[in-house]
């Protein structure tokens, strides 16, 4: 009988639980789920599915995979990995237009601004 091992997951966490679970030796099924996409009706979320005799020895891999999960990683500029780029207080009036809604941050070390 198959239990579910993580519910309401994206695709990149679906397939990388997989791969975690696969290495270690337990093996898994990774299903639609959630609720319905307009107009097709699949599930927008993934499941990962495992026999209930691998639950034991899915348990640490899943624990840990939650524990990632839910932790957020400080952000860093996407051009030269630099943590804790600095928010861009003073916009011109186009950049505040274009970027309505989100935060722009300005690296130290490149001077790349992105937003976040």
Known sequence: ??????????????????????AS???????T????T???GEGMYYQLLIEE????????????????RATSLAP????????????VLRLAWWKRLFYVGTTLHECRSCGAEFPR
């Open 1 to 22: 009988m198959l239990t579910p091992a993580a519910q309401y997951l994206t695709y990149a966490e679906a397939v990388m639980l997989y791969q975690q679970l696969q």
């Open 25 to 31: 030796g337990v093996d898994a099924l990774v299903k």
């Open 33 to 36: 789920g959630g609720p319905p």
């Open 38 to 40: 307009f107009p097709f």
């Open 53 to 68: 005799t691998d639950t034991v020895a899915a348990r640490a891999v899943v624990e840990a995979f939650e524990l990632q």
């Open 76 to 87: 860093r500029c996407p051009r030269c990995g630099t943590p804790d780029p600095v928010p």
